[in-house]
Each structure stands twice: as C-alpha cells, then as structure tokens.
C-alpha cells in the first residue's frame, strides 16, 4: 500500500458553457478532492483521468490506501468532496464515515463524500448512504460523468448511478428495521463480494480480474465464506445466496 501523498496543486480553468455535460460542472468551478481506494493503479488512473484541474476543475489533494490513512489525510486536507471505495483494510468505507462524523456535520466547510466502487450490491449502497455518504457510483462510469458526479455532491445534491437509486428509495421507503442476519453478519465486506459474484457464475478468474485481487485470494475468500456458513460447495453457496436475494 504507498502512503498518504499529497497531489500538486492545479488552477480551474474555464469551463463548458452552462447546461453542457462536460466535466467542470460550470465556468470557473473548483472543487478539491481526496482519493480513498485501496488499489494503486486504480487510484492513478482515476488521478489521470479527473485530475487535470485546468480542465476539469477537480484538484486531487491527496490519497489513502486504507481506513486509518483515509481519517489522516481527509482530516488534514479538508477536501470537499472525498471519493471513497467501500472495500477497504481496516474496516471498510463505512468505518471513515463513522471517524470523519464530525467532519461531514460541519456548518462551514463539511467534508462530503461519494462512493466509488466495484460493488453493485443493496447492502452496500445502502450501509454508506446510512453512514452519511452523498451518493453512490459504479466504477463503471465515465470519466466526465465522475467530474458531473463530484461537483453535484459539493453542492450538496444526492447522486446515484441509476440503478443504485431504488435501493436507497426502497429503503428509506420502510419505516421497519432491516432484518438481522447473523449467518451474514459473519461475513467481511469482500467476502460477501466475492460470494454474489460466486452466486452469478463468475470463475475465479473472472472475480480475480474484477475485483483487481488474485486468484489465489479470491480461493482463501471463498473458503471462508464456506466456512462460516457451514456449506459445502459452491453449488450450495449459491443457493444460500439465492435464497438471500443477494444475487
């Protein structure tokens, strides 16, 4: 994992003319951002793709690989939007969340965040959204639809990749708890990832390559998922899934 870094400071240049979907968001618009993901290419394409400030008014001003360095260098830097992966070492997306509170309830200044991820699933959206997170996107999304995305949430608006909306309206929709679910409760946040993609069909291989882990980890994964729910194979993991609507 490489150490909280610090980017190099960029002007906002002008931008599209107003009601263009193209990154800035609007003339002269600057928004300072802090990157949590716990991949290094992944968090260097991102920096390339959105961080040239001239043009798309986003200045990177620092990066965490894990939950401890994402408390130390938000706190320090104050951004105002924090792009934040919700699969991380330490206790996850939803651990900063709970650290930076105070940040986030600021009346001058708040610290927002945006989740970025690989994770499709109900139960993650919904655990950062509840947590205090802005929004929610796939790591599927373009470039400029990322710089729309950052400075909507700056402004304070909530922004979902579409799909991701009816999770969170059907949620807050209830007025009843969640029910508890202790078998999957036992599960780590990657773990239940690797056992929805498992339940898909996915190969190892397929996991491995979407989840920017190796094969070799995805196999240790599934073995635990086996183990703390007392299956046998993937066949009955699968149906346990199933039967969880967590497919």
């Avoid at 729309?148 to 991701?164: C, H, K, N, T, Y």
Wanted: aromatic share 4%.
């Amino acid at each position: 994992m490489s150490d909280p870094t610090e980017a190099a400071n960029g002007t906002a240049g002008p931008d599209q003319a107003a009601g263009a979907a193209e990154p800035g968001g609007g003339p002269g618009r600057h928004v300072r951002v802090v990157l949590v993901d716990d991949h290094r290419m992944f968090r260097t394409g991102v920096q390339a793709e959105i961080g040239q400030t001239a043009q798309t008014g986003v200045e990177v001003v620092g990066e965490a690989a894990d939950v401890d360095q994402a408390v130390t260098v938000i706190t320090a830097t104050r951004p105002e939007v924090v792009l934040l992966d919700v699969h991380l070492p330490g206790g996850g997306g939803v651990e900063v969340l709970r650290r930076c509170a105070p940040l986030m309830a600021a009346t001058e200044q708040p610290v927002r965040f945006l989740a970025l991820s690989v994770s499709d699933a109900a139960e993650d959206v919904i655990g950062v959204i509840r947590g205090g997170a802005r929004g929610y996107v796939t790591k599927t999304i373009t470039g400029t639809d990322l710089v729309d995305s950052i400075f909507r949430v700056q402004e304070g608006d909530a922004v979902f990749s579409p799909r991701l909306a009816g999770f969170v309206l059907d949620a807050f929709a209830s007025t009843d708890a969640p029910p508890v679910d202790e078998d999957l409760d036992r599960l780590t946040q990657r773990e239940r990832e690797v056992l929805r993609l498992i339940a898909r069909g996915y190969a190892y291989k397929e996991i491995a390559k979407q989840l920017y882990i190796s094969v070799k980890t995805v196999e240790s994964h599934v073995s635990a998922v086996l183990r703390k729910l007392q299956l046998s194979n993937r066949h009955e993991l699968t149906r346990w899934a199933t039967a969880r609507r967590l497919v």
